[in-house]
């Protein structure tokens, strides 16, 4: 059993940065793949970005390639998600998520625990 807590939303301006963070508790996250997701108003949870159990491997949704970076420190159980440049159109609840999956995953049917998810907002 993996307990994830999102942190780190908020709002802000169109251009503007944010970290989220993704505490987790439980055993063995070193072994968990990981990843972010978002979902905006009245739109499909959409995967954001991913990382392998090793931090060897990264993928991204074409939307946020080059503005946005994952990253984990298994040492302190967590994976972060810097996002430069922020978009009117990355406003969303932001869900961390946690999979056997090694490697990580683009499908979030493939994530076995999620976060309750973190609310960002970005104003124009």
């Known amino acids: 059993q993996v307990q994830l807590v999102e942190s780190g939303g908020g709002l802000v301006q169109a251009g503007g940065s944010l970290r989220l963070s993704c505490a987790a508790s439980?055993?063995?996250?070193?072994?968990?793949?990981m990843g972010w997701f978002r979902q905006g108003p009245e739109k499909e949870r959409q995967f954001v970005a991913s990382?392998?159990?090793?931090?060897?491997?990264?993928y991204y949704a074409d939307s946020v390639k080059g503005r946005f970076t994952i990253s984990r420190d298994n040492a302190k159980n967590t994976v972060y998600l810097q996002m430069n440049n922020l978009k009117p159109e990355d406003t969303a609840v932001y869900y961390c998520?946690?999979?056997?999956?090694?490697?990580?995953?683009?499908?979030?049917?493939?994530?076995?625990?999620w976060g309750q998810g973190t609310q960002v907002s970005v104003s124009s």
């Open positions: 990382i392998s159990w090793s931090d060897t491997f990264t």
């Open positions: 439980g055993r063995a996250f070193n072994t968990y793949g």
């Open positions: 998520a946690a999979s056997r999956q090694k490697g990580g995953s683009r499908w979030y049917p493939e994530y076995d625990y």
